[in-house]
C-alpha cells in the first residue's frame, strides 16, 4: 500500500515554485493514493514568527492547496500542531538521531549562517521532525522539492536506525518523488539562488496571489543574459534556462519541446509568452485563494476535519512506537 505525505510551512508568500515543486504534484496524487497533506507551523516557529502572521499564513497556505485543486474528500488537509503526536514522535527519534548526521545538514547551515551559537535548537532539530512527520503514518513517498532530498535522506537513515534497534521493520524507509521540469525553481532576480518565501524582493517570485499585472511586471523585470534567442544552457545561462523550465511545467512540455517552439523568437516574445500562460494557470488559483481567504470558518472546519483523521491514523501508529521503545501505556 503506497502513503503520501508531505508538508508546506505557513510561512506566507506561497509562490510558483512551492506551487511547481510540490503542490500541482500533490494534487495529481489524491486521485491514486492515500495522501496526507499538513500545514507544518510547529517547523514555521523554529524561525521567529509573529503570532497573528502564523496564522494567517496557515489559512493562506489551506487556501492555496484547496484553489490548486486538493479536496478534502480525496485527501486529508491539517495543521501539524493539531496533531500532538507529531512533536511525540520527534522527541523520540532526537534519541535515535547522531549530531554527526545533523551536522550535515545544508540548510541549517545557510539558515543558520555565522551566528551558530545564537542558532536555535529547533532549526537544529529541524529534521527530525520532519523525518517525524513522514513516518507517524508510515509513509511511503514524500513528494517534494530538490530543496528537502537531504532531509529525507536523513528520515531514511533514522527510520532504518530505529527499525534495526529493535530489530523490526516498523517504519517503512519513505521515497522521495522529486520530478518534473519545475523540481527547483529559481529566483526572477539570480539565475543561482532558489525562488523563497523568505526572499526580501517580491520581484524575485511569482506569488500566487499576485494579479495578472503584478506577473507580467515581474517576467518583464525578470533578469536575463544578452543573448537574443532561447536556448537552454543552465551553465552559461542559468535565468534563461530557469525561465524555461518554468514553461516546460506551466505547458507540461520537455525542456527541448520549449525550444523547439520559440526557435525563431526573440527571447522578448518569449517572456511575453510565458507570462500569457501563467497568467492563464495561475489567474484562477489566486482569485479562489482570495475567495477562500475571505471565509475562515470554512477553512477552519477543513482544517478541523483534517486533524481528526490524521488524528485517528496515528493513534495506533505511535501506539506500536511506544511498545516497542517500553514507554508505559495506559
Ligand atoms: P516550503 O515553502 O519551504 O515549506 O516548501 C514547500 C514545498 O515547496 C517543498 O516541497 C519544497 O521542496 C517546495 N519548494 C520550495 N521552494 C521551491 C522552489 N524554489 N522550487 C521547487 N520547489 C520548491
Ligand atoms: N521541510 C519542508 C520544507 O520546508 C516542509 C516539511 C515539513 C515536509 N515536514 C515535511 C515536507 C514532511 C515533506 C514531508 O519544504
Redo the contacts with the bound molecule.
Sequence with gaps: MKRV?????PTGNLHLGNYLGAIRRFVELQNDFDCLY?I?DL?AITVPQDPAELLRAAREVTAGFLAAGLKPERCIIFNQSQVREHGHLAWILNCFTPLGWLNRMTQFKEKAGKSREEAVLGLYA?PV??AA??LLYKTTH?P??E??KQ??ELARDIAGAFNRRYGIDLFPLPEPMITGAATRVMSLRDGTAKMSKSDPSDYSRINLTDGPDVIAKKFQKARTDSEPGVGYDPERRPEAANLINIYAALAGLTRDEVCARFADAQFSAFKRALTDLAVETLGPVGNEMKRLMADSGHVDGILRAGAERASALAQPIIAEVERAVGLHQP
Aim: negative net charge.
Design positions: 505525505f508531505s508538508g508546506v510551512q499538513c507544518v517547523h529541524y521532525l520532519m512527520d513522514v514524500v517534494v522539492g530543496d528537502q532531509h529525507l
